[in-house]
């Protein structure tokens, strides 16, 4: 589960279906795990961003509150880079693009979502993704490389919903109809926290990668996609 570590940082491989934190009736969570993990001094762990339950891959932790401090800023002057793959429906046009809107949060009795919103409505926060098509499966799926700048709650999620490109098996924002999950895929949110490269609290640069999680790997294998092909996202913009 652990991708690095050393005295002040652990990136951590958090798999599908494990919540970061605790919430109503969310008895079993990353940070109650790092309870375990306090230091002579009693110092816990401290979790610097979040991940979606469903959402696998890379979690950055800091284990003093020197890193914390330090990692906590680099997300906040966006010097975290962060690059997701996810299996999408249907094929993107252009294969490369940037989707640019304002996401706000909508609360139901029975849900909370993400839903586009107009500049200057209530709660609505600025959100930029990139994205670039790795790799296509019979013009009916996508294979997917995405950029977030800004880190909005369900961006990546709400953002290829947006463009009618909605992530194979998201409860929430695939609502596509009469839509047929291939056979042998499972009905799991297909996005993974692929890479996280962040400056080094002490110097220097963390870079991890988390392998595809095995749900996504069986659909990978199932439609012939290969997981070690070049990633064009690499050479998208910062902002």
């Not at 970061?20 to 762990?45: C, F, W, Y």
């Not at 961006?155 to 109809?177: C, N, S, W």
């Amino acid at each position: 589960m652990t991708l690095f570590e050393d005295d002040d940082v652990l990136v951590l491989n958090k798999p599908a279906g494990l919540a970061v934190q605790g919430g109503s009736g969310t008895t079993r969570h990353v940070d109650l795990m790092l309870e375990v993990m306090r230091d002579a001094k009693g110092q816990k762990p401290r979790l610097v961003h979040r991940l979606d339950k469903e959402t696998s891959g890379c979690l950055l932790v800091a284990k003093t509150r020197f890193a914390a401090t330090a990692l906590t800023g680099s997300f906040r002057h966006r010097s975290a880079r962060k690059i997701y793959w996810a299996l999408v429906a249907g094929v993107p046009k252009p294969k490369q693009g940037r989707i640019s809107t304002y996401l706000a949060k909508e609360e139901s009795e029975e849900d909370t979502i993400m839903r586009v919103a107009a500049h200057g409505d209530k709660g609505a926060s600025h959100a930029v993704t990139y994205y670039a098509v790795v790799e296509t499966s019979a013009q009916k799926l996508a294979w997917v490389s995405l950029k977030p700048v800004t880190g909005r709650t369900h961006q990546l999620r709400a953002h290829m919903a947006h463009i009618d490109h909605a992530i194979v098996g998201d409860p929430k924002y695939f609502t596509k109809e009469n839509w047929e999950l291939p056979g042998g895929l499972q009905n799991r949110l297909h996005l993974l926290a692929r890479r996280i490269i962040i400056p080094h609290p002490r110097g220097g640069v963390i870079d991890a990668t988390a392998p595809l999680p095995p749900h996504m790997l069986q659909s990978w294998n199932l439609l012939g996609l290969e997981a070690d092909r070049f990633d064009p996202i690499e050479n998208a913009p910062e902002e």
